[in-house]
């Protein structure tokens, strides 16, 4: 069964940090690229970053360049996202995704991070 479980989510105030984590199992986590996706209240998804496998680079959108760093350990089958300087319009449920050739094959349920005072 293929699992993708995220965690790390929380209240953080504007300017801080949260790293979130993915725990993948059930498919080769090594062989796959993987994203961040993020999906705020009332609003359509947003991919946030992805990471190729086998080393093929680290991309993320304009919204979160230089403040997020997306990361994995493939010996631990596991994804993280450091998020720093955080801003309220960052509040949203996060994803971890993941994908083979093109498009989303899997999906996590999602950690909630809300950014506020």
């Known amino acids: 069964e293929v699992q993708l479980v995220e965690s790390g989510g929380g209240l953080v105030q504007p300017g801080g940090s949260l790293r979130l984590s993915c725990a993948a199992s059930?498919?080769?986590?090594?062989?796959?690229?993987m994203n961040w996706v993020r999906q705020a209240p009332g609003q359509g998804p947003e991919w946030v970053s992805l990471i190729a496998s086998g080393g093929g680079g680290t991309y993320y959108a304009d919204s979160v360049k230089g403040r997020f760093t997306n990361s994995r350990d493939d010996a631990k089958n596991t994804l993280y996202l450091q998020m720093n300087v955080l801003k309220p319009e960052d509040t949203a449920v996060y994803y971890c995704?993941?994908?083979?050739?093109?498009?989303?094959?899997?999906w996590g349920q999602g950690t909630l991070v809300t950014v506020s005072s």
């Open positions: 995704a993941a994908t083979y050739n093109t498009g989303y094959d899997y």
């Open positions: 059930g498919f080769p986590f090594g062989r796959y690229s």
